[in-house]
């Protein structure tokens, strides 16, 4: 392994934030822990004039390779970064975890975030901003992005996040069956779709030409899924929602409904089943029993694997403008008990390093968020990466707001009112049941918000 | 015998300190010789900083407004008491929880004493039996609940295969709401029936087998016997496995949050998911702590009725 070993201790014995000891008030394991970390004894650089950067990440199974690759790749470019990688499981408790290191002042150097999450964290104190010049310096600036993505990682005129990737929710195809269905033009691109109209009878036609069952999605027991098809789609209509605080939200009743009367439509029971879940639709449609699937392009090294003429395209502009309900990767500085200068430098070395080496992370399937890379002639040469690459220059993200994000309990939440409509008492009912859970989280304060 | 070199093993009926060891600590050995203070304390330590200091931490955190991330902290008296108790969703997963608890409960008591008392009549191959109803409680959570997620998909699990082949339509076992909260019972059942069962099956051993005698003496046939002799004798561990099998299940929690995660809907979400989801995704530490507390009284309330009754009985 290129790496050097991992430290098995990184405890810094600095001394902890104030308000670190009102939360170890409650978790007396925790604060034994710290009590025994805290007479540990401070490491300092370490030999030779390498500086640690340690580095925390969600990314596992093949994202997790990728990282590795990239890694390595750093490595070979930084030799003085001495990066320790530590791959947390993905799930809502990521961010918990993140959001108790952060305040227990023994956070790693850096670590990756849902651009989706910023809001909840940038304005609670748990990140440090990143030094544009320093950014800079290692070869990194705002133009390199789409103005979108990187705006989102800016908080009150201080970039808190360096975007990695756009991960878009995409539809995969079985161009066999796309084609017998009569859906691919003449460049082989997916036609057709662009309209509710069209959607419903391609699904239609996906069924017959394929293994039964047109489009695959799953969502039943997800955390996130209802809501990003859902939200996407909104998006798509031109509506928009308003989240002030304190309530109540302003939905777009009428484009609601819109989206959700199509959604019914589309998984009627008959062509597209109504209640799927994720593993389930996705194992539909790799064994060939459906013909599209609705998903994030994370899926594709999975699917690649699993269906031999596989096809991928942006989501189908079905309303009014284009739009593919995604996140993004980013890289983040949690706040640390005792930052250091050095430190910091590195830590702004990796992660420029590891956006200039995205390429990699492309072949994983997701956009590239630094268009010198996305605009490469290597990445453009990827199949079918580069089919959906457009859904990066129109990314839907999430509203902005503090209980928003991926693995968030609003996700779960607002998801469940795609069920109501499927499977529960239809669209209408939907609609109130969406709108009745956004004024309940409107209406919330934010329990982090307040240092 | 002593393995250190050099102290020669020395007659310790007196409890005398060692020689050599300084004043003061010699006086607190000899005090402390008849005491048993000594002994308890690596216990106490423990059980103070793990479980009393938390409880009482916990407690004061559920009259605060702090939030996992350190924000917040002020005092804000019963207010979070008074928003769990007006929360739609503390009581429709307070409901989920009792229902569950009845729904294990009666299966885990009557299935357990079922198979207790086949094995104990005879069966042969008793060790065969012993080990495959007890072998499942062994199971890691993680692993049953793997397990049974491919029983239960829906197009191709073995179940829903299975109710194919007699021309039955498959169910949507974790997915449909009126069917989610059973299957999780299922898949409980099956993993800690075994537990209850070794109760049984050690109680049924240790009835003496001269009441069966007497009784066979009086004419009494099996059936006679097991409703006479067996069931009261059993009396007293049936309480026990009943006591321990509501607060296991009314702590439910890990096959849930694996299974199906609370949903579909709210179907299967239980108060301490909820609690979690409240404390630890939603950062509101003070009132997940709430609902805690009253679940706490919940609980301690259903165990002092048990011991009410138990003592009512005796008495």
């Known amino acids: ?451 | 015998m002593s393995a250190q070199a050099g102290a020669p093993a020395r007659p310790r009926a007196e409890g005398g300190p060692p020689p050599g060891l300084p004043g003061a600590v010699r006086r607190l050995w000899r005090r402390s010789a008849d005491s048993p203070a000594p002994f308890l304390l690596p216990f106490l330590l423990v059980y103070t900083l793990f479980l009393v200091w938390p409880l009482l931490s916990g407690l004061w955190m559920s009259f605060t407004d702090i939030a996992l991330n350190g924000a917040g902290g002020a005092f804000v008296g019963a207010e979070n008491y008074a928003e769990a108790l007006g929360d739609p969703l503390v009581w429709r997963t307070l409901g989920n929880t009792v229902l569950f608890t009845l729904l294990t409960t009666v299966p885990l008591v009557v299935i357990a004493l079922a198979m207790a008392v086949l094995v104990q009549t005879g069966l042969p191959g008793q060790w065969l039996w012993r080990l495959s109803f007890f072998l499942p409680f062994l199971l890691p959570v993680a692993t049953v609940v793997l397990v049974w997620n491919f029983l239960y998909v829906e197009d191709f699990g073995l179940l829903n295969q299975a109710l194919g082949l007699f021309g039955a339509e498959g169910l949507g076992w974790l997915t449909d709401e009126s069917t989610a909260m059973w299957s999780v019972v299922l898949t409980t059942v099956w993993w800690t029936v075994g537990f209850n069962f070794l109760l049984y099956l050690a109680a049924l051993q240790s009835i003496p087998g001269r009441l069966y005698e007497a009784a066979a003496l009086d004419g009494a046939g099996a059936w006679a016997r097991l409703r006479h002799v067996t069931l009261p004798q059993l009396r007293g561990t049936t309480a026990v496995v009943l006591l321990l099998q509501v607060l296991a299940s009314l702590k439910v929690f890990d096959q849930i949050y694996l299974l199906t995660g609370g949903g579909p809907g709210e179907a299967t979400r239980s108060l301490l998911l909820y609690i979690y989801d409240v404390g630890f995704t939603g950062y509101r530490f003070g009132y997940g702590a709430a609902v805690s507390y009253l679940f706490l009284a919940l609980v301690l309330g259903v165990a002092a009725l048990q011991l009410w009754i138990s003592a009512r009985r005796k008495g």
């Open chain 1, 1 to 451: 392994m290129p790496h050097p070993p991992h430290r098995a201790d990184p405890q810094t014995g600095s001394p902890p934030l104030l308000s670190r000891r009102r939360l170890l008030l409650g978790t007396g394991a925790l604060a034994l822990g710290s009590a025994l970390g805290a007479s540990g004894c401070a490491p300092g650089p370490g030999p030779g004039s390498t500086t640690e950067v340690r580095f925390w990440s969600l990314f596992q199974g093949g994202d997790g390779a990728r990282v590795e690759t990239m890694l390595d790749a750093v490595h070979a470019q930084a030799p003085h970064l001495r990066v320790t990688p530590s791959t947390l499981a993905w799930g809502p408790p990521y961010y918990t975890k993140l959001a108790v290191a952060s305040v227990g002042g023994r956070a790693p150097e850096t670590a990756v975030l849902h651009l989706s999450r910023l809001p909840g964290y940038a304005p609670g104190g748990l990140l440090e901003p990143f030094d544009p010049d320093l950014l800079a310096e290692f070869g990194v600036t705002a133009e390199d992005f789409v103005p979108g993505l990187w705006e989102r990682g800016v908080h009150d005129g201080d970039v808190y996040a360096v975007p990695l990737d756009t991960h878009p929710v995409i539809v995969f195809y079985d161009t066999g069956a796309a084609d017998r269905a009569g859906l691919l033009d003449g460049d082989g691109r997916l036609t057709g779709m662009d309209s509710p109209e069209g959607f419903l009878q391609a699904s239609r036609a996906l069924a017959e030409a394929g293994g039964g069952s047109g489009v695959s999605f799953g969502h039943v027991n997800d955390d996130s899924q209802g809501w990003r098809l859902f939200w996407m789609l909104y998006n798509q209509t031109g509506a928009s929602l308003d989240l002030p605080e304190g309530g109540p939200a302003g939905l777009d009743r009428d484009a609601a409904l819109r989206v959700y009367a199509f959604l019914a439509d589309l998984f009627d029971g008959r062509t597209s089943e109504p209640d799927l879940t994720y593993p389930t639709a996705l194992a539909a449609f790799a064994s060939g029993r459906s013909a599209m699937l609705i998903c994030g392009e994370w899926e594709l090294p999975y699917l690649l694997e699993h269906v031999e003429d596989l096809g991928a395209a942006p989501f189908p502009t079905v309303f009014d403008r284009p739009g593919g309900y995604a996140d993004s990767h980013a890289f983040v500085l949690p706040r640390q008990g005792d930052p250091g200068p050095e430190r910091t430098r590195a830590a702004h070395e990796f992660v420029a390093l590891m956006v200039r080496n995205s390429l990699t992370w492309g072949e994983a399937g997701h956009i590239p968020a630094y268009s010198p890379v996305a605009r490469s002639s290597e990445y453009l040469a990827l199949k079918p990466q580069a089919d959906y690459a457009a859904a990066g220059e129109t990314p839907v993200l999430d509203p902005e707001a503090w209980f928003a994000g991926a693995g968030s309990q609003f996700h779960s939440d607002v998801s469940e009112a795609l069920r109501t409509a499927l499977s529960g008492d239809g669209p209408e009912a939907a609609v109130e049941h969406l709108e009745r859970t956004l004024d309940s989280w409107a209406a919330r304060t934010n329990p982090g918000g307040a240092r």
